[in-house]
């Protein structure tokens, strides 16, 4: 079995700006990476998340080591302010390592953020 450095994408949103309501999303996506690519935290290199500017509340970040990722490099940073994008908005690009190819991993677009990349497979 040879592991390569591959890296996933998702992206959810929230429905208020609040430190809960990041919290729960930021989890499910996570969660949902992880379980949808049979990956776990061991495997997880390092994960990065940008959130737009109407997220004030918390860190997602933050949310993420509240679901188990306090030991995982994690970085926050502020997604660009595009006219007409998705509000309230959280992205992430997570580096792992994996004995999968790159066309059998499967990128998690959940709640407002589902049609952002429309062109990938669920």
Sequence with gaps: MTLAVRALRGATTVDVDSSEAVKARVGTLVREMLDRNGAGKADLISVI?????DITSTFPATAARAAGLGDVPLLCARELAVTGATPRCIRVLMHL???RGPAELHHVYLEG???LR?????
């Design 118 to 122: 429309d062109d990938l497979g669920a």
């Design 49 to 53: 998340f940008t959130a737009t500017e």
């Design 113 to 115: 953020a589902r049609g």
């Design 97 to 99: 390592t994996t004995d």
